[in-house]
T-cell receptor
């Protein structure tokens, strides 16, 4: 089965700083999803990457999938307190539509 | 669009009691997923349905757990009898073929005493 490892597990940054979260897969990724979760709430879809080398941006958040399609990174520029939460990467399991998730990265942004 | 609706949002029960969690997927979505989230194990897929038919229930922890989808607009996840280790947040998500992502409900926070 596919396993996703996220790093770091937790991150505390000062407002305005840049940060990067990584997600490494044990197998080739056919679709890599990034979600954000706030405490007590559901998951909010951020981006999905499929092609090796693909990069997508939404506001100040950029996600990349490496050429070998086994690692993805999520980069936040000029972080704000509103970026705080748990970031989860998820991967499609082969041809099925099941998602396997990483353990998450808890982000705290200090004002 | 109301999004995926889950009820109840919070449930506190005693060990041995039956618990029923409910989910209403987004209208028009034909796939529905039940997940469980705990600190120890993270977010795990329990079961998913396609066109109301259970496709993969390999994530269901044991026979105490059962899930049904009697029609396209309603699904239940039942735990009987409940145990303290079942305490978790249970999420329901729905999607359709060609969608970019699954859409998650707000979750049901279950505490079994």
């Amino acid at each position: 089965s596919q396993e996703l490892e996220q790093s770091p597990q937790s991150l505390i940054v000062q407002e305005g700083k840049n940060l990067t979260i990584n997600c490494t897969s044990s197998k080739t990724l056919y679709g890599l999803y990034w979600y954000k979760q706030k405490y007590g709430e559901g998951l909010i879809f951020l981006m999905m990457l499929q092609k090796g080398g693909e990069e997508k941006s939404h506001e100040k958040i950029t996600a990349k999938l490496d050429e070998k399609k086994q690692q993805s990174s999520l980069h936040i520029t000029a972080s704000q307190p509103s970026h705080a939460g748990i970031y989860l990467c998820g991967a499609l399991s082969g041809s099925a539509r099941q998602l396997t998730f990483g353990s998450g990265t808890q982000l705290t942004v200090l004002p | 669009d109301a999004g995926v609706i889950q009820s109840p949002r919070h449930e506190v029960t005693e060990m041995g009691q039956e618990v029923t969690l409910r989910c209403k997927p987004i209208s028009g979505h034909n796939s529905l997923f039940w997940y469980r989230q705990t600190m120890m194990r993270g977010l795990e897929l329990l079961i998913y349905f396609n066109n109301n038919v259970p496709i993969d229930d390999s994530g269901m922890p044991e026979d105490r757990f059962s899930a049904k989808m009697p029609n396209a607009s309603f699904s239940t996840l039942k735990i009987q009898p409940s145990e303290p280790r079942d305490s978790a947040v249970y999420f329901c998500a729905s999607t359709y073929r060609g969608a970019e992502t699954q859409y998650f409900g707000p979750g049901t926070r279950l505490l079994v005493l």
